[in-house]
């Protein structure tokens, strides 16, 4: 049982450069989100989906954009890459919009130089 | 405020019982959750306690909550090498439907022989 997969593991970006993060879960939940989670900051929201078809900006929505393919995928953007988006990225996924039980995935640890 | 705190570090001795701190802001808040996250992994839900009791014990966990103080902490009993982790404290701070997880900084513990 794979739950939620994130791809790529690692990534190393240069400034300006363009990448999407790919998240799927398997257990067939309506909510999607991605976190980014920065040294003594905790986690992050940059953006959610509370079902498939919808979207909202989280906490720390810039330079970032997202998709919902389907109801098992939600892909994060970022279009220019900055230094300060250096993080490691989270997916998470829940059954209800309410965000009880979250699960997450292993994280994609990004660098931009 | 919307600040969850936490303890950044904890050493503690194998054997003995874990004490990890948090205090919170919404005492809107429904739930409040501990997750786990192993080094290079994503987190993992521990426990979650509904805000309307005071205590709730599952194996080795024991998670209380003190609504008038906004304090929760959770104990881990007969602390093991495997529980050497970062420990994030979150709430869960709901408007209309929607729910959102406001997460701590996390707590580091360490676990000695």
């Known amino acids: 049982n794979a739950g939620v997969t994130q791809t790529p593991k690692f990534q190393v970006l240069k400034t300006g450069q363009s990448m999407t993060l790919q998240c799927a879960q398997d257990?067939?939940?309506?909510?999607m989100y991605w976190y980014r989670q920065d040294p003594g900051m905790g986690l992050r929201l940059i953006y959610y989906?509370?079902?498939?078809?919808?979207?909202d900006k989280g906490e720390v929505p810039n330079g970032y954009n997202v998709s919902r393919l389907n109801k098992r995928e939600f892909s994060l953007r970022l279009e220019s890459a900055a230094p300060s988006q250096t993080s490691v990225y989270f997916c998470?996924?829940?059954?209800?919009?309410?965000?009880?039980?979250?699960?997450f995935g292993q994280g994609t640890r990004l660098t931009v130089v | 405020g919307e600040d969850v705190e936490q303890s950044l570090f904890l050493s503690v001795r194998e054997g003995d019982s874990s004490v990890i701190n948090c205090t919170y802001t919404?005492?809107?808040?429904?739930?409040l959750y501990w997750y786990k996250q192993e080094p290079g992994a994503g987190l993992q839900l521990l426990t979650y306690?509904?805000?309307?009791?005071d205590m709730k014990q599952d194996q080795r966990l024991t998670v209380l909550l003190n609504k008038k103080d906004k304090h929760l902490s959770l104990r881990i009993a007969d602390t093991q090498t495997g529980d050497s982790a970062i420990y994030f404290c979150?709430?869960?701070?709901?408007?209309?439907?929607?729910?959102?997880?406001?997460f701590g900084a996390g707590t580091q513990v360490v676990v000695t022989p």
């Open positions: 998470a996924s829940s059954e209800y919009e309410s965000h009880t039980e979250a699960f």
């Open positions: 257990m067939n939940h309506n909510s």
């Open positions: 989906s509370a079902s498939e078809g919808t979207t």
């Open positions: 919404d005492s809107s808040s429904t739930y």
């Open positions: 306690i509904f805000s309307n009791m």
């Open positions: 979150a709430e869960l701070m709901t408007t209309d439907s929607w729910g959102k997880l406001q």
